[in-house]
């Protein structure tokens, strides 16, 4: 299993940049796609980002330039550098993994029900 804890939240205002980190706390970190996911109020959980075993990444369209995703295998972290934040990034991000498998990574990412270990999450709030 892994258990996900995100920390690195908080508030900036538009333009600035923050960075999220996901402790996975798992001997078999190698075995697991990660993912951010992310939430507005009144908003379905939606994928922002995803990093599978063999180092490969997708983004959602609305982050694409603007967020990178990263990990320390060692560390058996995942990371979320942001930049260039704006307002419609305001939302409580969460880190997901499930066992890697067949499945196309931006098909998964678009359907948050096939990740199985999810966070707490932490919340992004980006002011005008």
């Known amino acids: 299993q892994v258990r996900p804890v995100e920390s690195g939240g908080g508030s900036v205002q538009s333009g600035e940049s923050l960075r999220l980190s996901c402790s996975a706390s798992?001997?078999?970190?190698?075995?697991?796609?990660m993912a951010w996911f992310r939430q507005a109020p009144g908003k379905e959980r939606e994928g922002v980002a995803a990093?599978?075993?063999?180092?490969?990444?997708t983004y959602a369209d609305s982050v694409k330039e603007r967020f990178v995703v990263s990990q320390d295998i060692a560390k058996t972290t995942l990371y979320l550098q942001m930049n260039s934040l704006q307002p419609d990034d305001t939302a409580v991000y969460y880190c997901?993994?499930?066992?890697?498998?067949?499945?196309?990574?931006?098909?998964?990412?678009?359907?948050?029900?096939?990740?199985?270990?999810w966070g707490q999450g932490t919340q992004v709030t980006v002011d005008s």
């Open positions: 798992s001997s078999t970190y190698r075995r697991y796609s």
């Open positions: 997901a993994a499930r066992e890697s498998g067949a499945g196309d990574l931006r098909f998964l990412l678009s359907r948050p029900e096939t990740f199985t270990y």
């Open positions: 990093l599978d075993i063999d180092g490969s990444t």
